[in-house]
């Protein structure tokens, strides 16, 4: 059998890596707009769906966009990022944050993961602005070209928070915007504060594979009233007079439509259901693993509290076995959907090569790592296939 494009729907007998899971709402609420006739971009559902996370994050103000990515590209406008700025942003993780970067024709600079949780480093990111970056009036600024730094881009990946108390230290030091990109962790805590509530803007995504789904979609949360106006300005062409059509500059069509809300609506009733399903299926690799040689399991830092969103493991291969891609394909041949951490954007095609760093960690932690399947609706009877193969790939090579 072929390798499947991971997160694909599973074929009959396969198992997926995560898949959606629609059990409350989300039929009544779509029925409810289709017999409104509000299907597209306005309708009550998108205010809701605003309000609901906007409380369940903690956070005055929620914009809704039409996905993650496009919450990043106005976050960092709203920030006032500009051409040839620099922003700080985590070399692991899924592209998105990288590309809104581009979006406003800033920089990234890519920082390394720390070794024990995978998240953006704050070492890293203390050595950079220290040994690379000068501080006078007023402004961070890269001591070789000149250009300002700008703004902070952590990612909490995997549904695990980043140590951002350093961060948010850094971005006072230096006058500094902090933009959590946050679309894999709803739900998580920092230190017993919702994650998304800490930067001056944080954004989430509402993709199929996310904690909650709106097919497509994503959020921009903010405590700044004027900022959450800007963004719902941009997000709507920029427009000065809805009468007349008199747009006041460049925006963009980044609105939710109310049939993607109310999914959202429906989603977000159920989301402390799916943390304790993914918790549960954390514990149960985290105790089938904890004792295999060559298999090391996410934990959870004494920082916060991670939602579990993508269970990983990562694969010694000299103490387990085989490596990470060969345990991937082993798994593919009996029908079980997992997949590797993104490669780092430093290593990226798409990253022009005089933006290369060094980030040692990254790379490690991307050969070894692998996701394994931990959908909100994985049974029992499947996940405790999923451990046998995992267990037997493990063997094989001792047995030869
Ligand atoms: C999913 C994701 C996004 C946003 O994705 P969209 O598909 O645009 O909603 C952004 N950053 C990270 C790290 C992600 O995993």
Same mark, same amino acid.
């Given at each position: 059998m072929g390798a499947r494009e991971p997160g694909a729907l599973a074929a009959p007998g396969e198992i997926a890596l995560c898949v959606p899971h629609l059990a409350g709402n989300e039929w009544a609420y779509?029925?409810?707009?289709?017999?409104?006739?509000?299907?597209?971009?306005?309708?009550?559902?998108?205010?809701?769906?605003?309000?609901?996370?906007?409380?369940?994050?903690?956070?005055?103000?929620?914009?809704?966009?039409?996905?993650?990515?496009?919450?990043?590209h106005i976050a960092l406008l709203v920030a006032g990022v500009e051409p040839e700025d620099e922003v700080l942003v985590s070399t692991l993780t899924f592209i998105a944050p990288v590309n809104a970067i581009r979006y406003v024709g800033a920089i990234p600079v890519f920082?390394?993961?720390?070794?024990? #949780?995978? $998240?953006?480093?704050?070492?890293?990111?203390?050595?950079?602005?220290?040994?690379q970056c000068t501080w006078s009036g007023g402004v961070l600024r890269n001591r070789v070209s000149g250009r300002r730094v700008r703004a902070i881009l952590p990612v909490h990946i995997l549904g695990h928070p980043v140590d951002l108390e350093p961060l948010a230290q850094l971005a006072r030091e230096y006058a500094l915007t902090l933009i959590e990109d946050a679309t894999e962790s709803l739900g998580a805590a920092y230190r017993d504060r919702p994650v998304g509530s800490i930067g001056h803007l944080a954004c989430f995504s509402f993709n199929g594979n996310k904690l909650i789904t709106t097919g497509g979609g994503g959020m921009l949360v903010t405590a700044n009233a004027s900022w959450?106006?800007?963004?719902?300005?941009?997000?709507? $062409?920029?427009?000065?007079?809805?009468?007349? #059509?008199?747009?006041?500059?460049?925006?963009?069509?980044?609105?939710?439509?109310?049939?993607?809300?109310?999914?959202?609506?429906? $989603?977000?009733?159920?989301?402390? $259901?799916?943390?304790?399903?993914?918790?549960?299926?954390a514990q149960t690799y985290t105790t089938a693993f904890t004792n295999v040689s060559g298999l090391t399991p996410m934990t959870e830092a004494p920082w916060?509290?991670?939602?579990?969103?993508? #269970?990983?493991?990562?694969?010694?291969?000299?103490? #387990?076995?085989?490596?990470?891609?060969?345990?991937?394909?082993?798994?593919?041949?009996?029908?079980?959907?997992?997949?590797?951490?993104w490669q780092p954007i430093h290593q990226s095609p798409?990253?022009?090569?005089?933006e290369r760093r060094a980030c040692p960690v990254a790379d490690a932690l991307n050969a070894m790592a692998l996701s394994l399947p931990c959908s909100v609706g994985l049974t029992e009877r499947d996940q405790a296939r999923v451990i046998d193969a995992v267990l037997r790939a493990g063997r094989r090579p001792l047995e030869a």
């Open positions: 779509v029925k409810d707009c289709l017999d409104t006739n509000y299907v597209s971009s306005v309708g009550s559902y998108v205010t809701r769906f605003e309000r609901a996370i906007a409380d369940r994050v903690g956070v005055p103000h929620a914009v809704a966009t039409v996905t993650g990515t496009a919450a990043l920082i390394d993961a720390e070794r024990t #949780f995978w $998240q953006m480093d704050p070492d890293a990111v203390r050595e950079y602005t220290t040994t959450a106006r800007r963004a719902k300005y941009l997000t709507t $062409q920029a427009k000065d007079d809805a009468i007349e #059509f008199v747009h006041g500059e460049v925006g963009y069509n980044y609105r939710l439509t109310n049939v993607a809300a109310a999914l959202g609506c429906a $989603q977000l009733e159920n989301l402390d $259901q799916y943390i304790d399903a993914k918790r549960r299926i916060g509290t991670s939602v579990w969103w993508m #269970f990983t493991v990562l694969v010694d291969p000299d103490a #387990f076995g085989c490596d990470s891609r060969a345990l991937l394909h082993e798994l593919a041949n009996e029908g079980i959907q997992a997949r590797p951490l798409s990253s022009p090569s005089e």
